[in-house]
């Protein structure tokens, strides 16, 4: 078994604040791709508000085509969702895997969510207990857990207090989003080592914005502290759109480099990936953050 999960979020986190909207058709492909990449989740999209986030108003015709397909084996599909409505449109059209959260801002919030973060903690909790009970996976994530755009630093026990919650109330996989890419190695390995002494059967998951070029490191910094679940995005897409500046995600090839070059998931195809973000950054007509895709990979072998 591996010790690193690798969760796409490209077609999702990496589309959403793209103002040229990619067909369903390429969607479909691009997924397609993806399956057979070596990757262990992907997330194919949200059931989200179309008017708020038009990139994502095929979320549920996306999820049809590929539950008509039935379940293959390999990569299963997530789905964002933020409230109840969102949920029944997933289980209604085949999604089984749902990650869910509250942001720890109360400002990001109330502009993601239209909610402050104790409504939106309720909200959530309902939402996850609807979803459990209909026999999908949950996972619940704290944005703008290491700090807000809007309100800078965010304390650090306001995230462990969500955590708590969550874990309390029988959700015991857990992703830390750095939703405004404020965080820092030093920082990141405090907040899952305090995580973990929660509970020490907590599946940590993390999600870093490369706002400020610090998404790798962090990245390193979590391995290190033993969070397992890694969300990333093919060609470094993505950004929330509601927070005060968007910063592409973890990139997906440069993480799956670095950790061939460390000796794990040498089973993962880097060059789908690098395939898929090429043909990303041929759509969109401009480079994206990503580096292997262009560079390539260094050649087996050679270490310095």
């Given at each position: 078994m591996s010790d690193v999960f690798l969760h796409e979020v490209g077609m999702r986190d990496g589309l959403q604040v793209e103002a040229g909207?990619?067909?369903t058709a390429r969607k479909i492909a691009w997924i397609g791709r993806l399956l057979g990449s070596g990757v262990d989740l992907i997330q194919a999209g949200s059931f989200v508000n179309p008017k708020l986030v038009p990139q994502m108003a095929d979320t549920d015709e996306m999820f049809r085509h590929f539950a008509?397909?039935?379940?293959?084996?390999?990569?299963?599909?997530?789905?964002?969702?933020?409230?109840?409505?969102?949920?029944?449109?997933?289980?209604?059209?085949?999604?089984?895997?749902?990650?869910?959260?509250?942001?720890?801002?109360?400002t990001h919030s109330r502009k993601n969510t239209g909610m402050g973060t104790d409504e939106a903690i309720e909200r959530m909790l309902a939402t996850g207990r609807r979803a459990r009970e209909a026999g999908a996976t949950v996972q619940m994530s704290v944005q703008s857990a290491f700090g807000c755009g809007y309100e800078g630093r965010v304390p650090e026990t306001r995230v462990l207090k969500i955590v708590d919650r969550f874990v309390t109330e029988?959700?015991?996989?857990i992703s830390?989003?750095?939703?405004?890419?404020?965080?820092?190695?030093?920082?990141?390995?405090?907040?899952?080592?305090?995580?973990?002494?929660?509970?020490?059967?907590?599946?940590?998951?993390c999600h870093f914005h490369d706002t400020?070029?610090?998404?790798?490191?962090?990245?390193?910094?979590a391995l290190d502290a033993g969070v397992t679940y890694f969300e990333s995005a093919f060609a470094g897409l993505g950004g929330c759109p509601f927070t005060?500046?968007?910063?592409?995600?973890?990139?997906t090839e440069d993480f799956v480099h670095l950790l061939q070059r460390t000796g794990r998931r040498p089973d993962v195809s880097l060059e789908v990936i690098n395939e898929v973000a090429a043909e990303a950054e041929r759509f969109f007509r401009?480079?994206?953050?990503?580096?292997v895709h262009r560079t390539g990979v260094i050649p087996s072998g050679r270490t310095s």
């Open positions: 909207v990619v067909p008509a397909m039935g379940r293959p084996r390999g990569p299963r599909l997530s789905a964002l969702v933020l409230n109840e409505r969102g949920l029944e449109r997933g289980l209604a059209c085949g999604a089984d895997y749902f990650c869910m959260g509250v942001s720890a801002s109360e029988g959700f015991h996989a830390l989003a750095d939703t405004a890419g404020h965080a820092v190695p030093p920082q990141v390995a405090r907040l899952f080592r305090d995580i973990h002494a929660i509970d020490p059967g907590i599946v940590c998951a400020y070029g610090l998404a790798m490191v962090n990245a390193w910094a005060a500046l968007a910063g592409g995600n973890l990139c401009r480079a994206l953050p990503g580096v």
